[in-house]
């Protein structure tokens, strides 16, 4: 017969809401790290019920991909079970929930998108597990990246203000203060001002005079870090490195212009990208749900070992997890 544990989760309070004992600053009677409001003691106590609620956790989340709505009755059921209520029971298991989110953000952003019935899921999936804010924040923070570089990718550029003079049939769609860095012979020169991306032109104004390229005049964009990104044009003016502020959205951001310019937009959704559920599991456990190069466990993106466009195939021994500076960085040298 287990009782259901009733708490508060208040912070600041100076007694526990477990035992009513004030806290001290040391020892057994201090603030409890995992659970707020109560002590290291009544956290010791709790623990065995607290476990069995994050291994049942687990065990749900393991299975696949859960319904918000299956997953909350789950919820509820296994915080009966273990004597423990759901709020306390999920904030001590905010790991597992945390772990469980990035495989299914990482999941849906596999075919190099992300949906607005994706996005929907993951909000409520992470809604349900009720993770602090402060343990979810990384994971918005991808999931705000994905959505902006799937619109991106779809060709819904930006516009942008520009005090810049413009044609009349011209858009800005980006500008960010940068640095470029001009190459001399033995040297380099430093340049401050506004790198402006259009749907015509790419250009860089500074105070010792502008230059520009018209977009079809751009071989390619890539990331050298997250501060700078390199800009290949077909003459040496403008060409080379530039220092800039979100260099990875600056990069999407160019790429999704000279896309949208040279109307490649449409060949990104091919559908034979689509990568089964199952080699999704097998690729993403064997990997350990970190990057294969780095190391990182965010931002995670499913790899042609052997690119797609030169026939790699989807499949578990071609696929590998990399991180996005880590799959860009390589996009970079193909
Ligand atoms: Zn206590
Ligand atoms: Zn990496």
Known sequence: MSTLVEIRMSRG???????SGGFA??????????????????TDAFRPRLNRFRTE????????????????????RASHDSGIALPMALHYSQGVSCAYLQQVLTFFVADQKLDQSEEDSFRELKDALQVPGSAIAPLMDQLHWYSTVSKLRRGELPRVQTAAILMPDEI???QVPARYYRQLTSSYRLHQGQLLATNRR?????????????????????LVNENRIQIDLVRRQGSGTYDVGQAHLVVETLRAILA????????QAASSRVIPADVKSAVYRRDGGRCVQCGAGDYLEFDHILPFSKGGATSVSNLQLLCRRCNLAKGAKL
């Not at 040391?26 to 409001?37: D, I, Q």
């Open 13 to 19: 309070k100076h007694a526990c809401l477990g035992c």
């Open 25 to 42: 600053l040391f020892g057994t009677r201090a603030k409890s790290v995992e659970l707020p409001g109560y002590c290291r003691a009544c």
């Open 57 to 76: 956790l687990s065990v749900l989340l393991g299975r696949s991909v859960a319904q918000p709505e299956h997953l909350r009755s789950e919820l509820l």
């Open 172 to 174: 800005a769609h980006l």
């Open 202 to 222: 790419l250009l860089f104004t500074q105070t010792d005079g502008p230059f520009e390229a018209a977009l079809s005049k751009v071989v390619g964009v890539h």
């Open 260 to 267: 949208v310019a040279n109307r490649e937009v449409v060949a």
